[in-house]
């Protein structure tokens, strides 16, 4: 199993970057998919949410409007546009599996970082 994230990297204040979680080792359109972040010294958060066939996505309030989750499940990808992006984005960005009653997954990470 795994979910390789790329994408990631530095960009100003207002600028835009895509991110991709590519899947391998299961079934990906069984499986929610979800983006999470970590910034230096503190806990990692949730930031999107999206169902399995793509129908349904949720947003954290501090991304809602800027950042949109989308799926391919042919390509086994999920992927985060990231537009409008403030210094407060900076993090490390996870992508994450989860079958619903069973196991999840993990990416390995990709930094972010929007600079002024």
């Known amino acids: 199993v795994q979910l390789v994230e790329s994408g990631g990297g530095r960009v100003q204040s207002g600028g835009s970057l895509r991110l991709s979680c590519a899947a391998s080792?299961?079934?990906?359109?069984?499986?929610?998919m979800r983006w999470y972040r970590q910034a230096p010294g503190k806990e990692r958060e949730f930031v999107a949410h999206i169902s399995h066939s793509g129908g349904v996505t949720n947003y954290a309030n501090s991304v809602k409007g800027r950042f949109i989750i989308s799926r391919d499940n042919v390509k086994n990808t999920v992927y985060l546009q990231m537009n409008s992006l403030k210094l407060e984005d900076t993090a490390v960005y996870y992508c994450h599996a989860l079958f619903l009653g069973g196991d999840d997954y993990w990416g390995q990470g990709t930094q972010v970082t929007v600079s002024s």
């Open positions: 080792g299961f079934t990906f359109s069984n499986y929610l």
